[in-house]
């Protein structure tokens, strides 16, 4: 079975600063796909961004970009420019025969 | 499109009591999803289908049932709440077999539900 692990429960930055969230995952599958999810205070679940496994280059979406180390099962997320409308949790998510969710990491921008 | 709709978005009920949770999508997706929320917590696979008439179990189906008579809708039905049912239950849709493998999913808002 798929496991999805994010290690950092709270993350804090400062607003215009860059950060880092952290995602692993454990899979015997070779084709599946992961996305970051964002969901702030209006619970509502918002696609950030997402990578093919297939695909070497790291995806990018404005100030938002991964990280897909294939080997390491490492996904992790970088925003850049952080702003105040970021604050929210963030799940990683693996897509293979199924999706599942890792248990998120609340970010907070501070002003 | 509305995209995928949930109703209500919240709920209080007693122990022992009954409801359904409603989930309709506009967008002729094949597959849609029921995850609960527990707070603090990522989501849980509940129940998934992966077409009309076609359902199958998630990670956490105990004390749920759901039907998918049409493509539209797909209710969620908790026959005697408990405690630990209080959640927020999310439907999701997606559409694998056009375009590229494993989208991602549409969420709906949600349905926060509590049982006393």
């Known amino acids: 079975a798929q496991t999805v692990t994010q290690s950092q429960p709270e993350m804090s930055v400062q607003e215009a600063e860059t950060v880092t969230l952290s995602c692993t995952y454990d899979t015997s599958e070779s084709n599946y796909y992961l996305f970051w999810y964002k969901q702030p205070p209006s619970r509502q679940m918002i696609l950030v961004i997402r990578?093919?496994?297939?695909?070497?280059q790291n995806a990018t979406e404005n100030r938002f970009s991964v990280n897909f180390q294939k080997a390491a099962k490492s996904f992790s997320l970088k925003i850049s420019d952080s702003q105040l409308g970021d604050t929210a949790m963030y799940f990683c998510?693996?897509?293979?025969?199924?999706?599942?969710f890792g248990p998120g990491t609340r970010l907070s921008v501070l002003p | 499109n509305a995209g995928v709709t949930q109703t209500p978005k919240f709920r209080i009920l007693k122990i022992g009591q009954s409801m359904t949770l409603q989930c309709t999508q506009d967008?002729?997706?094949?597959?849609m999803y029921w995850y609960r929320q527990d707070p603090g917590m990522g989501l849980k696979l509940i129940y998934y289908?992966?077409?009309?008439?076609?359902?199958d179990k998630g990670e956490v189906p105990n004390g749920y049932n759901v039907s998918r008579s049409t493509t539209e809708d797909f209710p969620l039905r908790l026959e005697l709440a408990a405690p630990s049912q209080t959640s927020v239950y999310f439907c999701?849709?997606?559409?694998?077999?056009?375009?590229?493998?494993?989208?991602?999913?549409?969420f709906g808002n949600g349905t926060r539900l509590t049982v006393t």
């Open positions: 967008m002729n997706h094949n597959y």
């Open positions: 289908s992966v077409g009309a008439g076609i359902t």
């Open positions: 999701a849709s997606s559409y694998p077999d056009r375009g590229p493998p494993n989208p991602p999913l549409h």
């Open positions: 998510a693996f897509s293979g025969q199924n999706f599942v």
């Open positions: 990578q093919e496994a297939y695909k070497q």
